[in-house]
């Protein structure tokens, strides 16, 4: 791990001007992803700003009838929460299907989001990866890629979304509040949050340099039968091979979105016509213009087949 200097906020103003002094620095809260990057020098800020005691850590209604959840609310935490169970039990199936109780206890909503990628060559500073260095190539490419995205991939990388917390606020329409230097304020929705890579694959999401996560706010409920299923390797301390993150509604209409397929949450708006045609008809249109290797072909397979589990769940 590389030497860096270390401050704790005592307010998000000061939290962003020490950012906006400093473009190296990064925002620490949980700390689940980053440190364990910065011991293996992926990440190697100069400066680590604590937020920890800046009090996003409420989850709170909204005039609206929706909820908004404060950037530090912690997985375990949100995921017991009493609305979120009742009326957007995606979100709690989808936080509790993720990483273990521990890293749950200490991962907070605005970290899952901004948590990156778990592929193997990212992690492996001795191949070449265009997230890590730009420009340096993507060995995943040729490379073993069974854990890796099937669509929305380019020729610069190949890399899938690892959270699943983020797979079930795509579903749910969610919006990111965010702070900037001299108070600028900004949502952005969800779907617009998380970049495909193109050819600028080290740019994975919307935020600006030194922009702060303040919240999470959801719209208001819409019913239905809430569902999420991850399939993977072993049941815990594994990151999806193919998720399905799904509202149905009675009729057979309602959203769906997909995790471990792309390089970001995955859902065409346009796709869920088809949802009382069958998984088939929704799987056809979500993987339209998909590029699998000869490693994650199975995903094309195996993401029908686990839609069309999440339907049956649903009617029953």
Not at 277 to 294: C, D, K, Y
Request: some cysteine; charged content about 20%.
């Amino acid at each position: 791990m590389k030497a860096f200097t270390y401050e704790r906020a005592a307010s998000p103003a000061q939290a962003v001007s020490a950012a906006s002094r400093s473009p190296n620095a990064r925002f620490i809260a949980g700390g689940t992803n980053l440190l364990d990057l910065m011991k293996l020098e992926i990440e190697a800020p100069t400066h680590l700003i604590d937020v920890n005691g800046l009090g996003f850590d409420t989850v709170e209604a909204t005039p609206d009838g929706g909820l908004r959840i404060g950037a530090l609310v912690r997985n375990t935490d949100l995921a017991a929460h009493e609305r979120v169970r009742r009326d957007y039990g995606v979100l709690s199936r989808a936080l509790l299907a993720g990483a273990s109780a521990q890293l749950r206890n200490k991962a907070t909503t605005a970290g899952n989001l901004l948590q990156r990628t778990r592929c193997p060559y990212f992690y492996d500073t001795a191949q070449a990866c265009n997230k890590r260095k730009p420009g340096s190539g993507c060995a995943a490419i040729g490379g073993v890629s069974r854990q890796l995205a099937v669509v929305g991939t380019s020729s610069a990388c190949i890399a899938s979304h690892p959270s699943d917390m983020a797979v079930a606020l795509r579903v749910l329409d969610a919006k990111v509040e965010t702070l900037r230097g001299g108070g600028a304020r900004r949502v952005i929705p969800i779907a617009d949050f998380h970049k495909l890579p193109g050819q600028t694959p080290d740019v994975e999401n919307a935020l600006l340099p030194g922009e702060l996560i303040t919240a999470v706010t959801l719209p208001a409920p819409v019913g239905g039968k809430h569902v999420y299923r991850k399939v993977r390797d072993r049941a815990s301390y594994a990151f999806a091979l193919v998720s399905v993150a799904a509202i149905v509604q009675p009729g057979g209409t309602g959203r769906v979105a997909l995790g471990g397929v792309a390089p970001k949450p995955w859902r065409l708006e346009s796709a869920e016509a088809r949802l009382p045609r069958g998984a088939s008809a929704v799987i056809t249109a979500l993987f339209a213009g998909a590029r699998p290797t000869e490693h994650n072909e199975f995903k094309l397979a195996l993401a029908e087949r686990t839609l069309e589990a999440v339907l049956a769940e649903a009617r029953s």
